[in-house]
């Protein structure tokens, strides 16, 4: 058996490795910062904002920038050539078709292609691939990077991705290992003096009721849905967005239509998102599609009460309670429910401060140490696989 003392050479690609990149590459970052004292880490990337003593940084050209495919075929010819030799493990958090441990943190192409439908509109959806460069390449890749499951690990965030994975690849359940993000915990519940002073620094309104947002993918994340709640609540409610700033134009129009401009905050990109959840009184999820959904693990670290979609879009909501650590939506696009939930958290002190409580609770139990030893002790059965 091979020696879990062993310190490791450990290759790990991210074509994007910074903290605003979104929850899968702060899952790959949490994991580097754990594991760097404990083995060898090498990151491959074509964008880095990210320093961590004992990690080896390399860059990796990005030629082709206006086509996201032809990179993605570039990306992953460049660390096969890089990482071919030399390494204990490559572990890949990309769609490409090499490295022994694959983390998947998004549905995979074809179950998002195919999955569901039959007739003609399954024969519709083929010949939408047979026609584009683009799709038949993100296909392909990922038949190859699934193909070879009994050599490698496959790690999933949440038992949703699990099960989506074995229906749309069967032959990967040997390999299909659950990890689940982690969080590191704050400490204590902040304080009114912390709040106001979070705010200020946010150029946030000093008094009212905070609802903050996180995603880059706003449409996807569900700020519709939101902006449309946000409408139907008292005046004293704003809400903070955190996300890619390239898509606010769409929704400061939405926020101007639903007449609520003047209580929507777009703050772009944070490097660090402490101080929106320091500055708000509970975190909005309703979210569309998440294989996990870390920034609600990361609000609940904070204390924040989280109204999050039901399990059915959301991989955490697998392991909420309703009611107790969170609220749940069952139908995310219902800005009507949305708003309801809403109106229970933020008018009832005593629900606020029971999910708070609960909902740090539920951050103790699952810490970025923990998880990063779960991802080590598959590196390590993975190489006594091999001897």
Known sequence: MTDTKRRLRIAVLNRVFSPIGGGAERYSIALVEQLAARHEIHVFAQQIDHQWPGVTYHTVSKPLVRSGW????????ATWWATRRGFDVVHSHENIWHGQVQTVHVLPVKYKLFHGRTGWRLALQWLKVATSLRLMTYLGMEHVRFSNAGSRRIVVTSNAMMNQ???????????????????TMTGALATTEQQIAARQRMHLPPTGLGI?????????????????ALAELS????????????????????????????????????????????????????????????????????????????????GISDLLTDGVNAILLAEPRDSKALASALCRVIQTPSLRCDLAEAAMAFARSHQWLAVALQQEMIYFSLLDAKV
């Open 165 to 183: 994975m074995a229906c749309t690849y069967p032959a990967t359940v040997p390999a299909l290992r659950l990890v689940s993000p982690g969080v």
């Open 212 to 228: 903050l947002f996180v995603g880059n993918d706003y449409r996807k994340k569900g700020l519709t849905t939101l902006i449309k």
């Open 70 to 77: 032809l990179n993605q075929l570039w990306y992953a010819s």
């Open 235 to 314: 005046g004293n409610t704003w809400l903070a967005v955190v996300g890619n700033a390239a898509q606010s134009a769409e929704f400061k129009a939405q926020a101007m239509a639903g007449g609520v401009t003047d209580r929507v905050f777009f703050l772009g990109s944070l490097k660090d998102v402490n101080d929106a959840y320091l500055a708000v009184d509970c975190l909005a999820h309703p979210t569309l599609e998440d294989s996990f959904g870390m920034v609600v693990l990361e609000a609940m670290a904070h204390g924040l009460p989280v109204i999050v979609s039901s399990a059915r879009y959301c």
